[in-house]
């Protein structure tokens, strides 16, 4: 390799590791929605170096186990089930050393509630919601997509699953 050919190498070297060593010092950029109290936001961006955790959907569990199977006595109310189900994440992420500040987007699986005249409960789920993501002690929001549906499990209204990050 010639000299010029060596410092031209050198060159594009440097200038790709000033490209490089930026990235590292990002961090996860959130744009908030068009509603500022919304708990989520529109879209959320995670630049190199972090580390993405998929976490399965994790649904409430029975709130009386010894109520009929998929009684509403069972499992309770969306405001209840939703509770529980994010209780349930929170501990997971707990243990892979995350908390709900990592969460970069979420799917939250609802099913019509016979308490709510057999429509989705949207505003209870979503004040459990805002009990967790977009308060003082925890600023940050997710980006969510809210899908209606029918789960597997007689009675079960909510099932949520996330995705967090963490350098």
């Known amino acids: 390799m010639t000299s010029s050919r060596k410092f031209a190498f050198l060159g594009m070297a440097l200038t790709l590791c ?15 929605s068009a ?3 919304s708990p989520i ?15 399965s959907g994790t649904p409430a569990g029975p709130k009386d186990p010894n ?7 069972r499992w309770g109310d969306t405001t209840q089930q939703t509770a529980d189900s994010l209780n349930k994440l929170e501990a997971t992420l707990k243990q892979l050393g995350l ?9 939250v699986f609802i099913v019509a509630d016979p308490t709510n005249g057999g ?10 919601w805002s009990k967790r993501f977009g308060t003082a002690a ?18 079960a209204l909510i099932e949520i699953e996330m995705i967090a990050v963490r350098k």
């Open 138 to 155: 925890q600023p940050n929001k997710p980006a969510r997509s809210t899908v209606e549906v029918k789960l597997a499990t007689p009675g």
């Open 67 to 73: 109520a009929p199977e998929g009684s509403p006595g």
């Open 41 to 55: 936001v529109s879209a959320v961006t995670v630049p190199p170096g972090y580390t993405t955790y998929y976490i």
């Open 99 to 107: 908390t709900f500040g990592d969460v970069v987007k979420a799917t």
């Open 18 to 32: 000033a490209f490089a060593a930026p990235a590292g010092a990002q961090s996860v950029s959130r744009l908030p």
């Open 35 to 37: 509603n500022a109290n």
């Open 119 to 128: 429509k989705i409960n949207f505003p209870a789920m979503n004040a459990e």
